[in-house]
């Protein structure tokens, strides 16, 4: 496979991180998961948008021809040299500060890669079993909204989730509201009201989460976003959890039992994603 290493495409074995990489000893970074399929680079718009603030929030200066348009270009062609123009694609855009310095960096200027591989096309599935993770919580900072390379409640959560044999694990905030679970956005139906986490909890703000809140009104849905108690979701009708790749029921949260069949109201948002 190809990549685009700061504007250049290259084989992928010829790119490595040298040991004062700032992303290697720091995490100094952030990235965006993109999806690509039926020929168009999905939410680009709103990728670009969250990069940015990203950006802004970790003191990282723009690279050269790092505009919208050009970076879409650099997508397009890296899809075209690795055959995946015909194809569904995960597209991944990760950038970090150049080395320099201990926790005080002595630069803001920044690196990026482009990666893009084949993967599995937008999906309706069900998370049959889904617990909470208790032992670390998240909380709201100038960088919880963003895809930082410092991921570490999620991966501690991901191993929970393995020895519990759930099928994912929702995370709550430092008051004990909800957030979101380990690679998604969370959500929640009662009647014809669309209820989810704000950005106040600490979790990310999700391209696909933007999307439902913007068509939620549209198909007669109200919307709250809130801080809110794990108990609320006693009382809903449909759990589900939402990402780039998908949306995702949950069957069982807990003690808690939701249907399918109170699930169906929001299939019909899926027509405009």
């Known amino acids: 496979m190809n990549v685009v290493l700061n504007g250049d495409v290259l084989p992928e074995a010829l790119v490595s991180l040298p040991p004062g990489d700032r992303a290697f000893q720091y995490g100094d970074g952030l990235f965006e998961t993109i999806r690509y399929d039926a020929g168009q680079v999905r939410f680009w718009p709103d ?21 919208s348009n050009s970076l879409l270009e650099y997508i397009k062609k890296l ?3 690795n055959n995946l123009t015909t194809q569904t694609a995960r597209i991944k855009l990760q950038v ?20 893009a591989r084949s993967g599995p096309g937008f999906a309706l599935t069900e998370k049959p079993l889904v617990s909470f993770f208790e032992a670390v919580r998240l909380s709201p900072s100038p960088v919880s909204a963003f895809k930082t390379l410092n991921a570490l409640p999620y991966v501690l959560a991901g191993i929970a989730k393995q020895q519990q044999h759930t099928d994912d694990m929702l995370l ?7 957030a979101e679970c380990i690679a998604s956005n969370l959500f929640w139906l009662r009647d014809k009201t669309l209820f989810t986490p704000s950005l106040d909890s600490g979790c990310l703000d999700g391209i696909l989460r933007r999307q439902l809140l913007r068509l939620a009104p549209q198909h007669g849905f109200s919307v709250q976003e809130g801080l809110f108690k794990p108990t609320v979701l006693a009382d809903a009708d449909a759990v589900f959890c939402s990402n780039v790749s998908g949306i ?16 169906a109201p929001i299939k019909a948002l899926l027509s405009g994603l």
């Open 47 to 67: 990728h670009y948008d969250r990069l940015m603030r990203g950006m802004d929030a970790l003191w990282l200066d723009r690279p050269p021809q790092f505009d």
């Open 79 to 81: 899809l075209e040299v």
């Open 96 to 115: 970090w500060r150049q080395p320099g310095g201990l926790y005080t960096p002595t630069t803001f200027q920044a690196n990026y890669l482009i990666t």
């Open 172 to 178: 709550l905030d430092t008051q004990g509201n909800l």
């Open 248 to 263: 995702q029921w949950i069957r069982q949260l807990g003690d808690w039992t939701f249907t399918e069949a109170a699930f």
